[in-house]
């Protein structure tokens, strides 16, 4: 029995206004119209209204969520704020080795302190006081985000301080807020760390802190939003409980960021060809599927049969998880798996050539069960390894093959800013890289690289090969039509023969530690071009003649 699909959009208007194109699908069997599927004008207006929302992090810095906020890491110290990182765990890097600041001035990096204390070498406790009154006064009058206090040196000594980990509760940390009307008010510390330069390991969870000329110390409170008015003093107390040194140390503001936030949806090619419909017919793409022909394997097949359990993919229709639009590519992650999908368009055999640039379009939502808790793993991606180097610890030397997968971490938790996350980026081999394997590059900008589970993303490649004796390659990302990755530095090959060879469909889990259970995930509406595609269009709301 046959089936075909032909698409229906329907304008809907009320007052000669156009509310809402409505797209459906009406399925014929031999030539007879059978049942329509569609959604009612609210389920597809949310759903793909929902595609193009503002950023996601608006809201949630509103309830809580604060993904700037740097780490302290977990019990085992690892995952938290390090001489490179401000969240290890969800690779998010400082600008600045031993982290990012402003000083009195707002000067980045500057070196004028917004307090200062004289610490003497006296083998004694002291309680330290910095007066950060006009620092506090910007945080609660919302001036500037509280990203924490970062207290530094320049002198040759070590400073050891108490930290809230401390076992004695009068030696932590502490801000005093004098209110008017006579009270004060004592918080203790939310977070704090400090930075060594002789450790990648965070180091939050020490029931010490230290500054020297080479350690910085990371202090955060959390300031009460009720009393935004009646704050007329702010003091930092910290009790230095050894000393190797006298030296004076300043207070500064942390200024970690991601960048990026605001940045608009970049439109593309497919805004000509509204729901993606007929975009494959396009003279600047490869290919495209939907999912809805069966056809879309002769373009994507399995490139090992016997390394990808076929049952591990099936179509998704409207029943339990939504396709974007019809149908989707359901992908199951089995318990003890590694590898479970394994699929490559080949360039050389669909269009005749292999270029050295390319973009990659799909949509990708993470299901239910998804929750990476043992290793990271790769997703889909562009490569050209030639069966020859640049995957699964073949070191890519830039005359052997090159690949620039896509990359899933371990999902955070924990008490981490970005929790129940996923992040997501690019496990590239390339010719600079230094050990076996390939180097992770998560998609940090605008912290749109941290995925939630059961919800659609646009997710986009860009790969524009060096020029030989160049390192002017090129690797680009974004989700949902916004920039979220972009390093122009990239050194692929030193021959001219390496050229883009395939889209890499793969999913596959680790590392060496395989699936711990049954996790699934789902793919629709992929795309390759020669030119920047973007996330799917609606049809243009034109009014109706009626």
């Not at 075909?4 to 206004?17: D, M, T």
């Not at 793909?48 to 700037?68: N, Q, T, V």
């Not at 975009?279 to 373009?299: H, K, L, Q, R």
């Not at 999902?411 to 390339?430: M, Q, S, W």
Request: include cysteine; glycine fraction near 10%.
């Amino acid at each position: 029995m046959t089936l075909s699909r032909r698409s229906v959009v329907v304008l809907i208007v009320f007052g000669g206004l156009p509310l809402l194109w409505l797209a459906f699908h009406v399925y014929e069997r031999n030539g007879q119209a059978s049942e329509v599927q569609r959604e009612g004008p609210q389920q597809a207006s949310k759903r793909l209204s929902d595609l193009f929302s503002s950023e996601r992090f608006a809201d949630d810095e509103k309830i809580g969520r604060r993904p700037f906020d740097w780490w302290e890491g977990d019990r085992n110290g690892r995952g938290g704020a390090t001489r490179e990182y401000y969240n290890s765990e969800a690779g998010l890097a400082w600008k600045n080795r031993f982290g990012d600041w402003v000083d009195a001035d707002d000067v980045p990096q500057g070196d004028k302190p917004i307090a200062v204390a004289n610490i003497g070498d006296t083998d004694k406790l002291q309680l330290i006081e910095w007066d950060v009154t006009k620092l506090v006064h910007q945080w609660m009058n919302a001036d500037t985000p509280n990203r924490g206090f970062l207290l530094r040196t320049r002198d040759r000594c070590k400073l050891d301080f108490g930290s809230r980990e401390s076992a004695d509760a009068e030696i932590r940390p502490i801000l005093k807020l004098e209110l008017d009307g006579g009270d004060n008010l004592v918080l203790p510390a939310i977070a704090d760390t400090y930075l060594n330069p002789s450790t990648a390991h965070s180091l939050g969870r020490n029931v010490k802190l230290r500054v020297s000329d080479q350690d910085v110390v990371l202090v955060r409170f959390e300031l009460p939003k009720d009393l935004v008015t009646r704050v007329e003093t702010a003091a930092l107390f910290l009790n230095c409980i050894a000393q190797y040194g006298s030296g004076t140390v300043g207070v500064f503001q942390c200024s970690q960021d991601a960048g990026g936030r605001g940045d608009s949806v970049e439109w593309g090619l497919a805004t000509n060809f509204p729901l993606d419909a007929g975009i494959g017919e396009s003279e600047d793409v490869f290919c495209a599927t939907g999912f809805e022909e069966s056809s879309w394997e002769d373009y994507w097949p399995a490139h090992n049969a016997s390394r990808e359990n076929s049952s591990t993919l099936r179509l998704a229709g409207r029943t339990g998880v939504p396709p974007l639009l019809e149908t989707a590519l359901h992908v199951e992650m089995k318990k003890g798996s590694f590898t479970v999908m394994d699929r490559r368009f080949s360039f050389e055999q669909h269009s005749g050539q292999e270029p050295s640039e390319v973009f990659f379009r799909y949509y990708l939502r993470l299901g239910k069960t998804w929750n990476q808790t043992l290793q990271g793993g790769k997703l889909p991606g562009i490569s050209g390894t030639y069966g020859r180097g640049g995957w699964g610890g073949r070191k890519a030397i830039g005359s052997n093959g090159w690949s620039a997968r896509g990359l899933f971490l371990k999902t955070l938790a924990g008490d981490n800013p970005l929790r129940g996350l996923t992040p997501i980026g690019v496990y590239c081999y390339h010719a600079d890289m230094v050990g076996n394997y390939g180097d992770n590059w998560v998609w940090c900008r605008g912290y749109r690289g941290y995925l939630e589970n059961e919800r659609w993303y646009c997710i986009e490649h860009h790969i524009r090969l060096n020029e030989i004796g160049k390192s002017d390659g090129l690797i680009e990302g974004w989700i949902d039509g916004r920039l979220a990755f972009r390093k122009a530095d990239v050194r692929f090959r030193t021959i001219d023969t390496l050229k883009i060879q395939n889209v890499w469909m793969n999913v596959y889990h680790g590392g060496v530690e395989p699936s711990p259970y049954d996790q699934d995930l789902f793919f629709d509406n992929l795309v390759v071009a020669r030119k920047y595609i973007g996330p799917i269009a609606l049809p243009p709301a034109e009014p109706s003649k009626n």
